[in-house]
């Protein structure tokens, strides 16, 4: 009787347990995106996770929607972009794939806003060419 009520328990605690373990990978707090370590939770979310669709869909749309605002900010002939990918252009996927293995590779950003650490990790991969300003010389 003992070993049933013993078995009981651990089953009542183990049910009790597994939602706090992380058995899924993302939260709906992870929609908040207060840092990468929520949007890469997001960018990696298992295909078996009930938001798996939707995490990855955001993931993609904040980042393509940052990199568009930099191509405007960037568009006009006297402008001097930081982040100047390769001709062709990675897919949506590779860079994405790339910033996911960079960010886990410097956990010493996962507090720091996702915008800014996306722009640090595409000014290492992709940085532009210094050239002087129009009309400047030596």
Known sequence: ???KRLMNTAII???TLVPMSGVFAVTEDNFLVRNV???IDLCTTPRDDPLHAA???FCTGYLVGAYHYHESQHSGP???PFVCPPD???TRQQA???FVSWARAHPEYG????VDVMFRFMSERWPCKTTAPRGMTD
């Open 88 to 90: 062709p252009k990675p």
């Open 37 to 39: 370590r929520d949007l």
């Open 78 to 80: 006297n402008s001097h």
């Open 1 to 3: 009787m003992q070993v």
């Open 13 to 15: 605690l183990s049910a």
């Open 111 to 114: 507090n720091e806003r996702p």
């Open 55 to 57: 995490a990855v869909h």
């Open 96 to 98: 994405i794939a790339e």
